[in-house]
């Protein structure tokens, strides 16, 4: 009979890959970005993906059961599993042994799950509210995953927090963008302050454009300053997002409600070689 501590080892193991699986099936371009990082830090990343991807889930896809009932539940079981060190939920038990393992502030998780809940009953937002949404379900987790890639040093986390939280806005506003309108149309929903998606014009969507790219810029800057192994993974993701921008760009505004934009994997293969190829001769 295997010892105990082999057949956590084995709990571990499958909790671990279950994250992975489950980044693989609903996002093959972070999956990408996520295996061009440091083997010894790819698992942790798919862990938090894994947990805010579940999350996401709950309050984007499980119309017709309810959705209150099943986040405050999975609310409770990621507190107790932060707790206690271990969840029968594989998910949430990898994503506790990151927390623990790179000291992630548990700020950063009550910050990220108000948000997620935040979309089972806000269906509009003033600026306030749309800062404070964009804080806590895209920020938040740059610096979940920030304080991975530097590996737990408090210094360089500290010095690249400016720039990880721009990324991660920079992110959350692309998505918007492109499901504008699965959320507007499907869900109900409005992020954009001041804007009403029902007659969005081209210089309501511009100005939108620039906000994004503002926020790629200085993200930009935080990226060329990362630990070697780990900046070429981030920077594939910031030009895929930056692509995707481009993409957007190209959609009048009066099309932006009637098609999901993406960036053709024609175009990914290409931007996988060109960025490999920067990193490789230092040109990031």
Known sequence: MKRRSDRLAIFDGMSQACSVDLTKRYSTSFSKSIGALGKDIQQAIFSIYGFVRLADEIVDSFQGFDQKQLF????EQTYQALD??????????????????????????????SSM????????????????????????????????FVRGDETA???LKAPAIRLGAAFQKVNFLRDVQEDFEKLGRSYF????????????????EADIEADLNAAYEG?????SDTRFGVFLAYRLYSKLLDEIRQVPSSEI?????????GKKALLWVTSYTRHRLNWV
Request: glycine share 6%; charged share 30%; aromatic share 6%.
């Open 72 to 75: 405050s539940r999975i609310k």
């Open 84 to 113: 206690e060190g271990i969840s029968t939920n594989p998910i949430l038990h990898a994503f506790q042994s990151v927390v623990h393992q790179y000291n992630i502030e548990r700020a950063h998780i009550d910050q990220f799950l």
């Open 117 to 148: 809940e935040r979309d089972l009953t806000e269906d509009e937002h003033d600026q306030e509210s749309y800062e404070s949404y964009i804080t806590g379900s895209a920020e938040v987790v740059g610096l979940m995953c920030l304080k991975v």
């Open 157 to 159: 986390y500290n010095e």
């Open 193 to 208: 302050p001041g804007v009403d998606l029902s007659c969005l014009d081209a210089e309501g969507k511009r100005q939108i």
């Open 223 to 227: 990226i060329i300053r990362l630990p």
């Open 257 to 265: 409600l009637n098609r999901r934009v993406r960036v053709p994997d």
